[in-house]
């Protein structure tokens, strides 16, 4: 007869008192983007080419520096590919090659498969960032939506941080607006599951210039958009 997953007083009480029961890792943009938090799944969403990737790099690296452990799988890009990008944060690819030794930083091979992203989210890291949910191996759309609704719950169930990358559709720049939760509808269950949604809008996709929309946080207010400009030299986004 198969137990049921009830817990004691006690056991419930030591979850929510563990010292890292919803720990907040360190924050690139503290005070003005709601952090990471182990335990729940946040989504950063943008156009192609929008600079989620570039983001996503650049918060994988301080999370590391800060002394936390942290995986980039990589569904988009090859980890040659990879490399490439991230190099231009440091001064020449040697420099990128020795931060990469001294911090044992993990990356996986491209197009690993969904069951292979939840045996590594069991293995007890702080962050786990997913680089992008759109490039999971699937047959049709239901499938996708069963897939990422699978792994936004290992957060929760593993203590783990999740930052996934979604896709959304380009803005019409005839008709710019905001960036809301509609624009997640496009991809299933993303805009359920997802304990924080944030989303890179430019009105003009040439532009330096960038917000960081809050669209979502579950639990917390809604920050106030984040101006930040893209240096195209690091491929880094400083705060405006």
Known sequence: MT??????AQEWLDQVESGDSGEA???LFDGFLPPLTKGRAMLLGGPPGGG???????????????????????????PSDLFERYARQFDNEEQCKQWIRDNEAQVTESYISAPEIELIMK????????????????????????????????????????LALAQLRRPDPQFPKEPSMHDFKESGVFEQKGAVLLSIYREDEHSDYAQ??????????????????????QVVFHRV
């Open 25 to 27: 890792l360190p924050n």
């Open 123 to 162: 293995e007890g890291h702080d962050l786990v960032i997913i680089d992008h949910l759109h490039e999971l191996q699937y047959e049709d759309r239901m499938g996708l939506e069963r897939e990422v609704k699978r792994l936004l719950a290992m957060a929760p169930a593993h203590n783990v941080a999740l």
């Open 52 to 78: 989620k990737t570039a983001l996503a790099l650049q918060i994988w690296r301080h999370v590391i520096e800060c002394g936390k452990n942290a995986i980039f799988v990589t569904l988009e890009m090859t």
């Open 212 to 233: 960081v929309w809050t669209v979502k946080n579950r639990f917390g207010a809604k920050h106030p958009p984040l101006d930040v400009k893209l240096d195209k030299t």
């Open 3 to 8: 137990s049921i997953p009830l817990l004691t």
